[in-house]
């Protein structure tokens, strides 16, 4: 029935759709994996690209149907962000297709085929489809169904091989569709059939044919919009399928924990009310937090923002969810370090979600407020929400959380922690509701060892403890000396088959513990995964340019390792990574690895009730405990405390004592975070005059605790005070409006302090030393600029070596000393110093460290080798490095700094680049490498030796090769890594995209006649 002229009409139209749309679809997408895959795989997942033409030329026998497609997901993105109609027409013809194609059985495999985890996907397709799916597909093809999913009960017929035309009008007859559900296709198709059977007589005109176009072009746009007002995608949780399989994938879960069901289905989650919920350590409280944010993303389409206390975590975060973004079409946005902009960019067609430390949190959300852009964040998720409580980031927390429930209504917020003991204060805060469940997928056994005896811990018993076994142990007069305490028994009860950690109260003890075991265990130990071991060792050798930590050297072939923050983190990341994969069977940790990544053991121990010299916590006893317990892999969890008799009553009690509560912070330390809070408000605008500094204050949690945690001076004083200080440091000033009424405006040091999130207390040294800087700028080398940035608050933790401070002083050029005198600091002083000489003089001892630390940054900076720096200052490896961090994260406030003062133009190009030299420091060709989250330099060599010298060569890497030619590396994280370098490239086209539209875009006030 089709005549020849036709059928070329209608491909050469859908070929230039395409084209266009492949245009379209670039500003969002990197389809460059895409395009050198298979053909089967190009059609199915190039929703946004043009499968129509694909499956037309080259896919004749291909199934285009994944069983997520009901969902209208794949065109979801396209639909909402696209403005080309013809590709708009194309995503809502494919849709309906899909739909059809659905009741294809193994339909989701050629769809799912182009997935970063192509191979993990194709196992998928040999299990039925979830009984969810079948209900859900079974309710879209049912009758009384909303009209965007109706239209999914259209058949499309394919155009390259065409079924008779008569068919498809008995069709039309037989069951005429509703006109709103009718097929996009089958209404061209029928235009065209009638078409056909006119031609032979009489041409159609242009005009006609446009006015046809017309009609479809209003028909789909009515489609569209009543496909993108709808929230629920799916039948999960309102989420496509997709979700569903892609957490089975990306995360082997294939069923959620009924109480995740039930937190989901809380009446106050779905009416986005805010919540906190609690549930022990290993409770499975992150992927409650992540469905929500998948929802807010996807079906609310808002971002979201998520914060998380360690960076290490917030790598973790973007790494494990990078997957998902390119999966589903949002954004992953690292600001952690240095790494973040703000404001963020803005991207009109994608919904992003922001992982945040702490501190860069707040940045991101008050630049949000700057630019009135706060109510775009639909839910804000706060991890660990205890952190409230510590010390001064708990002050920032509560600032950020203050500042959203103050200014966006619409904003929800969630938090969760494992440790909260007053729950109550914070739903006041918060206006929250409140989810508890005592869950655990592994029980936890709890058990103390005093002596040779192991008792379990019961705190309901009078005694607190109830007698359990005795020690089993054959020791040797040596042994029985050398470890008093039975650690080898315990934990060769366990290893090496299944692991152990051992927390330690210092980081020399975890190292003295780790080789004081290996000492004596038995040589077959050696043998467990002994070709593994030889590789770890390798790469930890090859991690330190050649150095090899003499204590790793020693333990890691028995498969025993210390964690702690003297270990440069890539040092620390190969350790973990070897524990995880059973490598390793045995850490000895201090504790900050409870709070850190998730890395979870067979058997527990606490070597002391101790951290440092303080006892436990309570939340820190549960933290390390929590650990115990590998989900999927334990029956069960141990934790063991070994206990000395004078410890035994402080541990009963800490054993039975409630959780610690969580007080304000913004008082502590001299209510520094009550004065650089106030600072904020009045330099974001939120409040102008007294009284509404005041009334912000009532929603803060110092308000709430009012009570208990300043109970001499109100609140109200105290906000008096902090302004009178801002006023007397002239951070703030105060002018009259027109109504004569006192306003509280920012000064230009204020808004520079906040805006660089510089602490207040050093705020004036910190432009002094600029100015100072400005006088004489050394610029032939880096070291002025460096002193400059070195951060202020690292100065105190470290004392200079005189001699190592004389060498490096006498190796400077003179041009670097004549300013390093200038700066206070002469050579003669340092001579004598080291010399051992008094000096009458008085000096600055604060520059004269700050300028020794700033020659530790410098000498980085210029070899880029870490270790021969830390043996040049006698300095440990990870106080280096945190010199390092520290001073990446101070240079991007410096610059931040510099912008808000017009005096200080010159820093600002400077500073730029020495902050990124700083954030990365290592030969330049790494840098592109490591900007994907988690890749540390041992890593990024390895990747640059193999080849891959760009985030475009990872971006496109085949996960299998990868893992093939880099040592060590897991297929799970060969993912993540081509995960986060997609994401990445998509970041920036995206942002050069904006640009490029923002310059494109007619000004709306451009002046007319
Ligand atoms: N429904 C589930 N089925 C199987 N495993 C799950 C499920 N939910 C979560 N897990 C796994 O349980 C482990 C612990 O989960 P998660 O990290 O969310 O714990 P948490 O509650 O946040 O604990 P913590 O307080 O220690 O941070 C993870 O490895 C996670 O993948
Ligand atoms: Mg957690």
């Given at each position: 029935m089709y005549s020849d002229n036709h059928m070329h009409e209608i491909v050469v139209k859908r070929n230039s759709s395409s084209r266009k749309r492949s245009r379209d679809g670039l500003k969002s997408h990197i389809t460059t994996a895409k395009k050198r895959s298979s053909v089967t795989s190009e059609t199915c997942s190039t929703v946004e690209g043009h499968p129509y033409t694909q499956d037309m030329s080259?896919?004749?026998?291909?199934?285009?149907?994944?069983?997520?497609n009901e969902d209208l997901f794949e065109g979801y993105d396209s639909i909402v962000g696209d403005s080309s109609f013809l590709a708009k027409l194309e995503d809502v013809e494919l849709q309906m297709r899909q739909c059809h194609d659905?009741?294809?059985?193994?339909?989701?495999e050629d769809d799912l085929s182009?997935?970063?985890l192509a191979e993990d996907f194709r196992d998928l397709t040999?299990?039925?489809?979830p009984s969810s799916q079948l209900e859900f597909q079974k309710a879209v093809t049912?009758?009384?169904?909303s009209p965007s999913r109706g239209a999914h009960n259209t058949s499309t017929p394919d155009l390259v091989n065409p079924k008779p035309a008569v068919n498809h009008a008995d069709l039309n007859v037989n069951k005429p569709p509703p006109k709103a559900r009718r097929s996009m296709k089958d209404h061209l198709k029928k235009v065209l059939i009638d078409n056909a059977a006119t031609s032979s007589t009489v041409s159609k005109t242009v005009q006609q044919k446009e006015a046809v176009m017309t009609e479809e072009m209003s028909f789909a746009m009515r489609a569209i919009e009543s496909i993108s007002a709808e929230?629920?995608?799916?039948p999960f949780f309102g989420l496509p399928s997709k979700v569903k399989d892609l957490i089975l994938i990306?995360?082997?879960?294939q069923n959620l924990y009924e109480w995740q069901e039930t937190c989901l289905s809380l009446d106050s989650v779905q009416q986005r009310r805010n919540l906190i919920y609690s549930l022990p350590?290993?409770?499975?409280k992150t992927l409650v937090a992540e469905i929500l944010i998948l929802k807010e993303l996807l079906c609310r389409k808002k971002d979201a923002l998520l914060i998380l206390p360690y960076i290490s975590l917030v790598q973790e975060k973007v790494r494990g969810l990078s997957s998902f973004g390119i999966e589903l079409d949002f954004m992953v946005e690292e600001y952690a370090g240095s790494k973040g902009?703000?404001?963020p960019v803005k991207r009109r067609n994608k919904n992003s979600l922001y992982i945040t430390t702490i501190e860069k949190g707040h940045s991101l959300v008050n630049s949000l407020i700057e630019n009135d852009?706060?109510?775009?964040?639909?839910l804000v998720v706060v991890d660990e929400?205890?952190?409230?409580?510590?010390?001064s980031r708990g002050a920032i927390l509560e600032m950020t959380l203050s500042k959203i429930l103050y200014m966006s209504k619409s904003t929800q917020i969630i938090g969760m922690s494992?440790?909260?003991?007053?729950v109550g204060d914070l739903q006041t805060f918060l206006k929250a509701e409140n989810y508890t469940n005592d869950f655990r997928p592994v029980e936890l056994k709890e058990y103390v060892k005093i002596k040779d005896s192991i008792y379990e811990v019961d705190p309901r018993e009078e005694t607190c403890f109830s007698f359990s076994r005795l020690l089993d142990f054959k020791y040797s007069s040596g042994m029985q000396k050398m470890d008093p305490d039975r650690i080898i028994a315990l934990a060769t009860e366990v290893i090496p088959q299944q692991s152990c950690l051992i927390f330690c109260a210092t980081k020399k003890n975890c190292e003295n513990l780790a080789g004081m075991i290996c000492k004596y265990l038995?040589?077959?130990?050696?043998?467990?995964?002994e070709a593994e071991k030889a590789t770890l060792l390798g790469e930890l050798k090859s991690s330190g340019n050649g150095s090899l930590c003499p204590v790793l050297q020693k333990t890691v072939p028995f498969g025993l390792a210390y964690h702690h923050s003297g270990l440069t983190s890539d040092e620390r990341k190969l350790v973990e990574e070897a524990y995880s994969s059973g490598v390793l069977c045995l850490l000895t940790c201090t504790s900050t690895l409870a709070a850190g990544i998730n890395l979870p053991a067979r058997r527990v121990i606490?070597?002391?009730?101790?951290?440092a010299a303080e006892f436990l916590k309570r939340s820190q006893y549960k933290q390390m405990v929590g650990r115990a317990g590998r989900a999927g892999i334990d029956a069960m969890g141990e934790s063991i405390l070994i206990l000395q008799d004078k410890d035994i009553s402080m541990a009963k009690k800490l054993l039975s004592a409630p959780m610690e509560k969580c007080y304000s912070n913004l008082l502590h330390d001299g209510g520094r975070g009550l004065l650089s809070l106030v600072l904020s408000l009045i330099g974001l605008k939120i409040t102008t005059t007294v009284e509404q500094v005041r009334d912000f204050m009532k929603g803060t949690l110092l308000s709430v605790q009012e009570a208990q945690v300043s109970p001499e001076r109100s609140l109200w004083d105290l906000t008096v005070e902090s302004i009178e200080t801002l006023k007397q440091k002239s951070l703030i000033e105060v002018s009259a409006d027109v109504n004569n009424q006192t306003i509280l405006q920012i000064t230009r040091l204020g808004r520079a302090t906040f805006k660089g999130s510089v602490d207040l207390s050093c705020c004036d040294l910190l432009y002094r030393d600029l100015s100072k800087g400005?006088?004489?700028?050394?610029?032939?080398?880096f070291l002025h600029l460096v002193y400059l940035i070195?951060?202020?608050?690292?100065?105190?933790?470290c004392k200079p070596d005189w001699m190592i401070y004389f060498r490096q002083f006498t190796n400077l050029s003179a041009a670097e000393q004549k300013m390093a005198t200038a700066v206070g600091v002469p050579e003669s002083f340092v001579a004598r110093m080291a010399a051992g000489q008094s000096v009458r003089k008085s000096m600055d001892i604060l520059v004269v460290n700050r300028l020794y630390l700033a020659l530790v940054l410098y000498s980085l900076l210029k070899e880029t080798n870490l270790w021969n720096v830390s043996d040049r200052f006698q300095l440990t490896r990870g106080f280096v490095q945190t010199l390092l961090s520290s001073a990446s994260a101070f240079g991007s406030s410096v610059l931040h700094f510099t912008e808000e003062?017009?005096?200080?133009?010159?820093?600002k190009a400077l500073l730029s680049e020495l902050t990124r030299r700083l954030t990365?420091?290592?030969?330049?060709?790494?840098i592109p490498l490591m900007?994907?989250?988690?890749?540390m330099e041992h890593r990024a060599k390895q990747l640059y030796n193999a080849g891959y010298k760009t985030l475009a060569h990872l971006a496109n890497a085949d996960p299998q090769i990868l893992v093939q030619t880099?040592?060590?590396?897991f297929k799970r994280q060969a993912n993540q890594i081509i995960a986060s370098a997609k994401m990445l490239i998509k970041e920036k086209a995206e942002a050069l995209q904006e640009e490029v539209d923002d310059l494109l875009m007619l000004p709306s006030d451009l002046p007319s006649l």
């Amino acid at each position: 029935m089709y005549s020849d002229n036709h059928m070329h009409e209608i491909v050469v139209k859908r070929n230039s759709s395409s084209r266009k749309r492949s245009r379209d679809g670039l500003k969002s997408h990197i389809t460059t994996a895409k395009k050198r895959s298979s053909v089967t795989s190009e059609t199915c997942s190039t929703v946004e690209g043009h499968p129509y033409t694909q499956d037309m030329s080259e896919n004749k026998g291909t199934e285009l149907c994944c069983s997520d497609n009901e969902d209208l997901f794949e065109g979801y993105d396209s639909i909402v962000g696209d403005s080309s109609f013809l590709a708009k027409l194309e995503d809502v013809e494919l849709q309906m297709r899909q739909c059809h194609d659905q009741q294809t059985p193994n339909a989701c495999e050629d769809d799912l085929s182009d997935s970063i985890l192509a191979e993990d996907f194709r196992d998928l397709t040999s299990r039925a489809l979830p009984s969810s799916q079948l209900e859900f597909q079974k309710a879209v093809t049912t009758p009384h169904k909303s009209p965007s999913r109706g239209a999914h009960n259209t058949s499309t017929p394919d155009l390259v091989n065409p079924k008779p035309a008569v068919n498809h009008a008995d069709l039309n007859v037989n069951k005429p569709p509703p006109k709103a559900r009718r097929s996009m296709k089958d209404h061209l198709k029928k235009v065209l059939i009638d078409n056909a059977a006119t031609s032979s007589t009489v041409s159609k005109t242009v005009q006609q044919k446009e006015a046809v176009m017309t009609e479809e072009m209003s028909f789909a746009m009515r489609a569209i919009e009543s496909i993108s007002a709808e929230q629920d995608l799916g039948p999960f949780f309102g989420l496509p399928s997709k979700v569903k399989d892609l957490i089975l994938i990306l995360k082997g879960i294939q069923n959620l924990y009924e109480w995740q069901e039930t937190c989901l289905s809380l009446d106050s989650v779905q009416q986005r009310r805010n919540l906190i919920y609690s549930l022990p350590t290993s409770g499975g409280k992150t992927l409650v937090a992540e469905i929500l944010i998948l929802k807010e993303l996807l079906c609310r389409k808002k971002d979201a923002l998520l914060i998380l206390p360690y960076i290490s975590l917030v790598q973790e975060k973007v790494r494990g969810l990078s997957s998902f973004g390119i999966e589903l079409d949002f954004m992953v946005e690292e600001y952690a370090g240095s790494k973040g902009r703000f404001p963020p960019v803005k991207r009109r067609n994608k919904n992003s979600l922001y992982i945040t430390t702490i501190e860069k949190g707040h940045s991101l959300v008050n630049s949000l407020i700057e630019n009135d852009r706060l109510d775009n964040i639909g839910l804000v998720v706060v991890d660990e929400l205890h952190m409230l409580g510590d010390g001064s980031r708990g002050a920032i927390l509560e600032m950020t959380l203050s500042k959203i429930l103050y200014m966006s209504k619409s904003t929800q917020i969630i938090g969760m922690s494992a440790t909260l003991g007053n729950v109550g204060d914070l739903q006041t805060f918060l206006k929250a509701e409140n989810y508890t469940n005592d869950f655990r997928p592994v029980e936890l056994k709890e058990y103390v060892k005093i002596k040779d005896s192991i008792y379990e811990v019961d705190p309901r018993e009078e005694t607190c403890f109830s007698f359990s076994r005795l020690l089993d142990f054959k020791y040797s007069s040596g042994m029985q000396k050398m470890d008093p305490d039975r650690i080898i028994a315990l934990a060769t009860e366990v290893i090496p088959q299944q692991s152990c950690l051992i927390f330690c109260a210092t980081k020399k003890n975890c190292e003295n513990l780790a080789g004081m075991i290996c000492k004596y265990l038995n040589k077959e130990f050696l043998k467990h995964r002994e070709a593994e071991k030889a590789t770890l060792l390798g790469e930890l050798k090859s991690s330190g340019n050649g150095s090899l930590c003499p204590v790793l050297q020693k333990t890691v072939p028995f498969g025993l390792a210390y964690h702690h923050s003297g270990l440069t983190s890539d040092e620390r990341k190969l350790v973990e990574e070897a524990y995880s994969s059973g490598v390793l069977c045995l850490l000895t940790c201090t504790s900050t690895l409870a709070a850190g990544i998730n890395l979870p053991a067979r058997r527990v121990i606490l070597r002391s009730p101790y951290v440092a010299a303080e006892f436990l916590k309570r939340s820190q006893y549960k933290q390390m405990v929590g650990r115990a317990g590998r989900a999927g892999i334990d029956a069960m969890g141990e934790s063991i405390l070994i206990l000395q008799d004078k410890d035994i009553s402080m541990a009963k009690k800490l054993l039975s004592a409630p959780m610690e509560k969580c007080y304000s912070n913004l008082l502590h330390d001299g209510g520094r975070g009550l004065l650089s809070l106030v600072l904020s408000l009045i330099g974001l605008k939120i409040t102008t005059t007294v009284e509404q500094v005041r009334d912000f204050m009532k929603g803060t949690l110092l308000s709430v605790q009012e009570a208990q945690v300043s109970p001499e001076r109100s609140l109200w004083d105290l906000t008096v005070e902090s302004i009178e200080t801002l006023k007397q440091k002239s951070l703030i000033e105060v002018s009259a409006d027109v109504n004569n009424q006192t306003i509280l405006q920012i000064t230009r040091l204020g808004r520079a302090t906040f805006k660089g999130s510089v602490d207040l207390s050093c705020c004036d040294l910190l432009y002094r030393d600029l100015s100072k800087g400005l006088e004489g700028l050394l610029l032939n080398s880096f070291l002025h600029l460096v002193y400059l940035i070195t951060p202020y608050d690292m100065v105190h933790q470290c004392k200079p070596d005189w001699m190592i401070y004389f060498r490096q002083f006498t190796n400077l050029s003179a041009a670097e000393q004549k300013m390093a005198t200038a700066v206070g600091v002469p050579e003669s002083f340092v001579a004598r110093m080291a010399a051992g000489q008094s000096v009458r003089k008085s000096m600055d001892i604060l520059v004269v460290n700050r300028l020794y630390l700033a020659l530790v940054l410098y000498s980085l900076l210029k070899e880029t080798n870490l270790w021969n720096v830390s043996d040049r200052f006698q300095l440990t490896r990870g106080f280096v490095q945190t010199l390092l961090s520290s001073a990446s994260a101070f240079g991007s406030s410096v610059l931040h700094f510099t912008e808000e003062l017009e005096e200080f133009w010159a820093y600002k190009a400077l500073l730029s680049e020495l902050t990124r030299r700083l954030t990365y420091c290592v030969q330049a060709e790494l840098i592109p490498l490591m900007e994907v989250a988690g890749v540390m330099e041992h890593r990024a060599k390895q990747l640059y030796n193999a080849g891959y010298k760009t985030l475009a060569h990872l971006a496109n890497a085949d996960p299998q090769i990868l893992v093939q030619t880099i040592e060590n590396l897991f297929k799970r994280q060969a993912n993540q890594i081509i995960a986060s370098a997609k994401m990445l490239i998509k970041e920036k086209a995206e942002a050069l995209q904006e640009e490029v539209d923002d310059l494109l875009m007619l000004p709306s006030d451009l002046p007319s006649l």
